[in-house]
């Protein structure tokens, strides 16, 4: 029988995740003391932003593919050092040249860790729960993203303010202790495929490259919603219909709470029911409940919101898991692909949807953002796999647990 507990090696990288973007949830916190501090204008605080943008997810293709060509498990501690010891010295810089060096600094390391972060659960779990695997692991992102913040206004709130930004060193320093530890854990060698590949159970990799195309668009697709929601969720409910701000910043923060649940959910139930069914069902699910946000009433606006960033964000651990299996051998390349570059990309959508807001209204942003799932619906039906069928039983993998 398959054993569908989530290992040690698991739980340790998706904790140093949840340490490494601790610096992501930190920046935007620590931005208006910096603003102050330097005297700077708006320009230059979004080109801060640009600069972690670029460097901490962008880029990470690049990693993603070194990494896959030249094996380096030693990218994951040290990509978690610079992240957290770039954060701990921002704090201390003494002129906007040197903060910007910094914030590329801590981009580095975010983007060094991710790939072969990825990688890491790819290599120490089977086919059976890869995507409950890689759940674990992006909620680690996900909770210390939102940690980050909360760690970095308590330090700003002690005397001293942005001196006390060196504590950020300290979660960093230990858990990259722990994984050099545990590196020969986390860096199993993989056995090649046993059973020869015929054309019936080729794996996804050997379908044309149009295929790992077709996933990318739909994770742009997938985080335009995503910015755009966290984005003008606020702007609409606060500034359009005359809601307060913290009724606005509830429903931002129940969406994020929400798309943590659905992140474990969806890598559990693609397992059981395959990638490409969490991955269709989750946009078509979406539609509807875009169509209805805008029409909310407060009362129906936070469950909405809710059930909106729980299958909305359900897809996020089979989009990386597949990709891993459409490109074996180069499992670091596909996690750079689908987490960092695609939905750094994603992002610049919310430039779009603000041309839109100021020359429109924000209702036409929602409009816009309501018909997304559409197309990326329609991406995901021809994606390789098939419906309500686990893909463990859809091709032969070394990994894939074998049937009692």
């Known amino acids: 029988m398959a054993n569908h507990s989530v290992s040690k090696p698991v739980l340790l990288v998706a904790l140093s995740h949840a340490c490494t ?3 992501a949830g930190a920046l935007p916190i620590l931005l208006p003391f910096l603003k102050s501090a330097f005297a700077l204008s708006y320009s230059q605080v979004g080109f801060i932003v640009l600069m972690q ?18 094996p380096l498990p030693w990218l994951v501690p040290v990509g978690l050092i610079l992240s957290g010891l770039g954060m701990a010295v921002t704090g201390l810089a003494t002129s906007y040249a040197s903060l910007l060096t910094i914030v590329i600094i801590t981009g580095l390391g975010i983007a060094a860790f991710h790939p072969q972060g990825a ?4 290599n120490t779990t089977q086919i059976h729960n890869r995507g409950q695997s890689m759940a674990v692991f992006s909620i680690g992102g996900n909770l210390g993203q939102a940690c980050g913040s909360v760690f970095m206004m308590s330090l700003l709130a002690l005397p001293g303010q942005t ?3 060196l504590y950020f060193c300290l979660p960093a320093f230990t858990l990259a202790a722990l994984l050099w530890m545990n590196l020969h854990t986390l860096s199993p060698k993989v056995p090649p495929p046993t059973t020869p590949v015929t ?3 080729r794996p996804a ?6 295929m790992v195309s077709l996933l990318l668009a739909y994770i742009f697709f997938r985080s335009s919603i995503s910015a755009g929601l966290t984005t003008y969720i606020p702007l609409y409910f606060a500034d359009h219909l005359g809601g307060s701000y913290s009724f606005a910043s509830y429903l931002v923060s129940g969406y994020l709470l929400s798309g943590v649940a659905g992140t474990y959910v969806g890598g559990v139930l693609g397992d059981k029911f395959g990638r490409k069914t969490i991955i269709l069902g989750s946009m078509v699910l979406t539609l509807p409940l875009l ?8 009362f129906w606006a936070l469950p909405i919101v809710l059930l909106t960033g729980f299958v909305y964000i359900a897809s996020f651990s089979s989009t990386t898991v597949l990709a891993q299996e459409m490109l074996p051998g180069y499992e670091a390349l596909a996690a750079s692909l689908t987490i960092g570059f695609s939905i750094g990309l994603g992002g610049l959508a919310v430039t779009f949807l603000g041309y839109v807001a100021d020359h429109f209204s ?6 816009i953002l309501s018909l997304i799932p559409i197309p990326a619906a329609l991406l995901a039906f021809f994606l390789p796999g098939r419906f309500f069928r686990p893909d463990y039983l859809s091709h032969s993998s070394p990994t894939a647990p074998k049937e009692s």
């Not at 990688?119 to 790819?122: D, E, N, R, T, V």
């Not at 924000?362 to 409009?367: A, E």
């Open 21 to 23: 973007d601790l610096s």
């Open 205 to 210: 990799a050997s379908l044309p490259i149009a």
């Open 163 to 165: 001196n006390n930004t």
């Open 291 to 298: 169509l209805l946000l805008p029409h909310a009433t407060e």
């Open 53 to 70: 943008n670029v460097t901490s997810s962008v880029i990470q293709p690049v990693f993603g593919y070194i990494t896959d060509r030249y």
């Open 199 to 201: 054309k019936k159970n």
């Open 362 to 367: 924000v209702s036409i942003v929602f409009s």
């Open 119 to 122: 990688k890491m659960i790819h």
